[in-house]
């Protein structure tokens, strides 16, 4: 018997002696009556759970994640690792051994260490290959041949390192053609432009008088700095909303950038932004984000959860 059952027999039993002797409708039983009347029943907190669970945009549906509400590598069901020497002349060499999820968060480290080129070759013009060691280390992980999506809502909270030289980022790239006629979206990059930190949400596809046409926005770091000192020791919620229309990148809510699709064309007729992407998360080092050779190390990028919404069919 629950707990809702004994009471409402035990008010139901004082009741009757309570009318057997006064021959008059207690006030106690029509309190007790009422009170049951408004209790919700078990289906009735059902359905309201499964509404909370529904998510958070009004007509969309969570239809994939990772909260990293586990401990060890990066789910390999969701996420692949890139190696080495990979683009931008960056300082890093990217190793799965820097991506770690621990304490709810996924951990990419940036280390300062001394690590052998696998693929050197002094004679080689490609810097991937004439740098016999990488200086540091770090990781990028994305969801290529695992989960790409096609419109709707990708947000990403995470705690970003603005250290000089740290250069963390959300993007994602179309899953056909070479760059930059896949497309690429950068949800969130911040390195340094002409020396001063910033915050950037751009989008790139193909030029036909250079290699990419890009859509960008800028914001000077001390903007958010001035708001808010202590804004590097907090996360912050980056999103992405996309149709066959547009793309809106936002900060914390805060409209960064708005790229019109129907400019996005390549030099093909092809709209790279009409396609499935695939996600990205990194933090690379040197290059674009700056000299670290003075900053603190390890470096950290920490990311509480990666979502995708979709409108409900």
């Known amino acids: 018997m629950g707990a809702e059952d004994f009471l409402e027999g035990l008010f139901l039993e004082f009741n009757q002696t309570f009318l057997m002797q006064t021959n008059r409708i207690p006030v106690f039983l029509i309190i007790s009556l009422i009170f049951f009347q408004c209790q919700p029943s078990s289906s009735q907190n059902q359905d309201s759970e499964e509404i909370n669970t529904s998510g958070p945009y009004e007509g969309f549906d969570l239809v994939w994640g990772d909260e990293f509400d586990y401990s060890g590598k990066p789910d390999s069901t969701f996420w692949s690792h890139e190696h080495g020497f990979v683009r931008n002349n960056e300082l890093q060499w990217y190793q799965p051994e820097n991506a770690e999820v621990k304490d709810g968060n996924l951990v990419i480290t940036g280390k300062r260490e001394k690590i052998p080129n696998s693929k050197f070759d002094p004679e080689s013009q490609d ?23 096609q419109f709707g809502i990708l947000e990403v909270r995470a705690k970003i390192d603005t250290a000089l030289g740290m250069w963390p980022a959300i993007w994602t790239v179309g899953m056909e053609k070479g760059w930059p006629a896949n497309g690429e979206v950068d949800v969130m990059e911040y390195y340094r432009v002409d020396g001063e930190a910033t915050i950037l949400a751009n989008a790139a596809w193909a ?58 064309i390549n030099p093909d007729g092809s709209n790279p932004f009409h396609q499935p992407h695939y996600i990205l998360l990194n933090m690379a080092i040197g290059s674009n984000g700056g000299d670290p050779s003075n900053s603190e190390f390890p470096g950290k990028y920490l990311v509480d959860y990666v979502r995708v919404y979709q409108k409900v069919e």
Request: charged share 35%; no cysteine; aromatic share 14%.
């Open 127 to 149: 810097w991937r290959k004439n740098r016999e060691f990488a200086e540091y280390s770090s990781s990028l992980i994305h969801t290529r041949g695992n989960y790409s999506f």
């Open 207 to 264: 030029h036909p008088d250079k290699r990419a046409a890009w859509d960008e926005a800028k914001i000077t770091f001390k903007d958010f700095l001035e708001k808010d000192p202590e804004w590097p020791q907090k996360y912050h919620i980056w999103k992405m909303v996309w149709d066959e229309k547009k793309i809106i990148l936002s900060l914390d809510d805060q409209v960064l950038n708005e790229v019109n699709l129907e400019e996005t």
